[in-house]
């Protein structure tokens, strides 16, 4: 692979701090994706991590909103939400090109090397304000954009029609996001009880019925995969094998996405 | 209104422990909710009295969180309240404090929780409507309030898991951005969809954050 996300206390669990762990991974010449997410930070905490992650040699940031906090372990918490993912973007934006901060007041040295992400949910409703949502974010100064998993190429592949008659394509990098489920359980928790997530029924009744779950999930996300390799506009693919990363190198190269360049 | 909810009682009693209590009521707010009107009043001297607590008097103040009023009706039960050990307030914290102002030696005892600010919507149902973030914005988002409705306090569309017009979080509860696209739609004014709000100005929030005077 030529990139990993390290994410943010995903599904507000703590976790090893996102930053810390994509220190670790270049250490290791692993090339990091640090998101950072709104909900535990202010601007003023953003915009310091922001800086520290440039001085430490990490150059993707992906900016999310991230998933509220009664969803975690810590149901408890004060969320922040200080601001969102497309105003993280915008001030991020900000301190590279204009290397001004949040309040308009100048950066002592300015940088130059960072890589803005932001996501995208084609899946989620309204479908069409997704496409203007998608635009706000470029517009705002997203470099790259990582989608939801994509199970549904039919809505996905309308997505992306409207995406590239917009000429969205041309001014931002997409990544397509892909899946590998591990099991009928986590299968079921996605289709059912995850919002924003869309599998298709001949998806998952194809999945149910298999006799071995895990060798048909790998072949159903292959296949995502080789009808995205084809979709205009689509110029990656992230792959999110949740709790199942042991699989990643051999799902590479059954993908034919070995060696790397 | 400020809305609120009665204490439990149990929880009441543990807080009073021993003593005398003089009970004040509010005939706004704390009264429509059914936590501090006379009903409510004189239900809570009947039950103090049930558990052995010595009652010296009550009132019904109009409303709690008008000092200069409370200061001229407090007058007819000055022994009242000179006899009593706690002073159990059923209106909202705003009307607790401003008590607590009135009688800084006397012991304070707060009977209600005070939820939010909002509506009655139906008889006894209500409804979270304001922030309270002391800079509106809602006439950018057609009279509909993201930073009192949404969860993430999104000001830029909905979240990703914004599904069938229902929050991700409470699928019981309607997406709010939903709501302002739908609306912004039906009044053909989607090109402001596009814009780009910048981060919220909090400084007008922060600036009501201590017990300073305001002359409005």
Not at chain 1, 31 to 46: H, T, V
Not at chain 1, 80 to 99: T, Y
Not at chain 1, 170 to 185: C, D, H, N, R, Y
Not at chain 1, 247 to 261: A, D, M, Y
Request: proline share 4%; glycine share 6%; hydrophobic share 40%.
């Amino acid at each position: 692979m030529d990139a990993c996300n390290i994410t943010d206390n995903q599904t507000a669990v703590v976790r090893l701090s996102s930053l810390a762990g994509s220190v670790l991974l270049k250490q290791k010449n692993i090339e990091p994706i640090y998101q950072m997410s709104c909900r535990d930070r202010n601007r003023i905490a953003l915009q310091s991590d922001i800086l520290g992650a440039v001085a430490l040699g990490i150059n993707n940031i992906l900016f999310v909103t991230g998933d509220h906090q009664s969803v975690g372990n810590h149901p408890h918490a004060k969320g922040v939400f200080d601001i969102d993912s497309i105003q993280l973007v915008s001030i991020a934006k900000s301190m590279r090109d204009k290397g001004i901060f949040q309040n308009g007041e100048p950066l002592k040295k300015p940088f130059f090397n960072l890589f803005i992400g932001a996501v995208c949910n084609p899946f989620a409703t309204p479908y069409d304000y997704r496409v203007d949502r998608l635009e706000k974010k470029i517009n705002a100064g997203a470099d790259f954009i990582q989608t939801q998993s994509v199970f549904n190429i039919d809505h996905f592949q309308n997505f992306m029609d409207k995406v590239i008659s917009r000429g969205l394509d041309k001014k931002v990098f997409i990544l397509a996001g892909v899946t590998p489920m591990k099991s009928e359980k986590m299968m079921d928790r996605m289709k059912f009880h995850v919002p924003g997530v869309d599998i298709p029924d001949d998806v998952y009744n194809r999945l149910k019925n298999a006799d071995d779950f895990q060798a048909e999930s790998q072949i159903v996300s292959c296949e995502t995969i080789n009808s995205l390799k084809k979709m205009k506009g689509v110029h990656g693919i992230h792959i999110t094998a949740l709790f199942w990363e042991s699989i990643i190198p051999s799902f590479l190269e059954r993908c034919n996405f070995l060696p790397r360049p | 209104m400020i809305i609120s909810e009665q204490k439990p009682f149990d929880s009441i009693i543990d807080i009073i422990q021993k003593g005398s209590v003089f009970i004040i009521g509010c005939s706004e707010c704390a009264a429509l909710c059914h936590v501090g009107g006379e009903p409510e009043v004189l239900e809570m001297e009947k039950k103090l009295i049930e558990s052995n607590i010595n009652v010296t008097g009550w009132i019904v103040l109009d409303p709690a969180c008008h000092l200069l009023n409370n200061k001229r009706l407090f007058k007819s039960v000055n022994k009242e309240i000179d006899d009593a050990d706690h002073l159990l307030v059923l209106s909202c914290g705003n009307g607790v404090q401003v008590i607590e102002q009135l009688y800084p030696d006397k012991h304070i005892i707060s009977g209600t929780n005070t939820l939010f600010v909002g509506a009655e919507i139906n008889r006894g149902i209500f409804e979270r409507e304001c922030n309270l973030c002391g800079s509106c914005i809602v006439d950018d988002f057609e009279g509909l309030c993201p930073i009192s409705h949404c969860p993430k306090q999104l000001m830029n569309g909905p979240c990703g898991g914004s599904m069938d017009g229902k929050c991700e979080i409470n699928r019981d509860f309607n997406c709010i951005w939903d709501e302002i696209i739908n609306k912004k739609n039906k009044l053909k004014k989607t090109d402001s969809l596009m814009n780009l709000f910048p981060p919220k100005d909090w400084t007008s929030y922060k600036k009501y954050q201590w017990r300073d005077h305001h002359k409005l």
